[in-house]
T-cell receptor
C-alpha cells in the first residue's frame, strides 16, 4: 500500500534562518506531488506542485522554493525565513489513472518562525 | 480559476442529531471532482466523501451524504447521527478532471469548524 511521510512534525526557527521540509511517498511511482500551506487554522493554499523529477510549478509568489530530486521525494525550502512563513505545511500526492481520485496527505509540519 | 466558498465558519450539533455543512463553488469546467475532507485536532486530512461531477446520483458513505446540485454549483455535506468523533474542521474542495499539469490540484474552501456536543 502507498504511504506518505512528512517531517519534521514541528519546527521553530528564527527569522532569517534556512528551511528544509521533506516529503516522501512509498508504494507508488511517478506520483503528482503537492505542497499546501494552512495559515491560522483556515483554508489550504497550494504552494507548489510537481509532475515529475525536476519539474516544479509555483502557484503563488513567495519566499519559498521546492525541489524534486527523486521520483518520490519533494522538498520545501527557504534560504531566509520570514515571520509570515509561519503556518501548517502539508504535503500531498495524487495517484494517476485512478478510478477513485483523491489526494493523500502527510501528517503536516507546524512551522513557527520567531 | 476555481473558487470554493464555505459560508459557515462554525457549526455545532448535539450528539445523534443531523447537521448540514454548506459549500458553493464557481468554475467554468464541466468535468471535475468535489470532496469533503475532515481535519480533526490531530491536523491529519482525512477524505470523508467524493463526488464526480458527471454522476447525478449523490454520493453516500455510511452516515455522510452529499447534496450535489451541479447547475447551482452547490455541494453540501449532511452528517447523520452525529458522533463526538465527528468534531473537526471540514473542508470542501474542488479538483479539475483534466490531464497534464492541471491534474490533482485542489482548491479548498475556508473550512467549517464543527463541534459535536454530548
Amino acid at each position: 500500500s502507498q504511504t506518505i511521510h512528512q517531517w519534521p512534525a514541528t519546527l521553530v526557527q528564527p527569522v532569517g534562518s534556512p528551511l528544509s521540509l521533506e516529503c516522501t511517498v512509498e508504494g507508488t511511482s511517478n506520483p503528482n506531488l503537492y505542497w499546501y500551506r494552512q495559515a491560522a487554522g483556515r483554508g489550504l493554499q497550494l504552494l507548489f506542485y510537481s509532475v515529475g523529477i525536476g519539474q516544479i510549478s509555483s502557484e503563488v509568489p513567495q519566499n519559498l522554493s521546492a525541489s524534486r530530486p527523486q521520483d518520490r521525494q519533494f522538498i520545501l525550502s527557504s534560504k531566509k525565513l520570514l515571520l509570515s512563513d509561519s503556518g501548517f505545511y502539508l504535503c500531498a500526492w495524487v495517484p494517476l489513472l485512478s478510478l477513485n481520485t483523491e489526494a493523500f496527505f502527510g501528517q503536516g509540519t507546524r512551522l513557527t518562525v520567531v | 480559476a476555481q473558487t470554493v466558498t464555505q459560508s459557515q465558519p462554525e457549526m455545532s450539533v448535539q450528539e445523534a442529531e443531523t447537521v448540514t455543512l454548506s459549500c458553493t463553488y464557481d468554475t467554468s469546467e464541466n468535468n471535475y471532482y468535489l470532496f469533503w475532507y475532515k481535519q480533526p485536532p490531530s491536523r491529519q486530512m482525512i477524505l470523508v466523501i467524493r463526488q464526480e461531477a458527471y454522476k447525478q446520483q449523490n454520493a453516500t458513505e455510511n452516515r455522510f451524504s452529499v447534496n450535489f446540485q451541479k447547475a447551482a454549483k452547490s455541494f453540501s455535506l449532511k452528517i447523520s447521527d452525529s458522533q463526538l468523533g465527528d468534531t473537526a474542521m471540514y473542508f470542501c474542495a474542488f479538483m479539475k478532471n483534466a490531464g497534464g499539469t492541471s491534474y490533482g490540484k485542489l482548491t479548498f474552501g475556508q473550512g467549517t469548524i464543527l463541534t459535536v456536543h454530548p
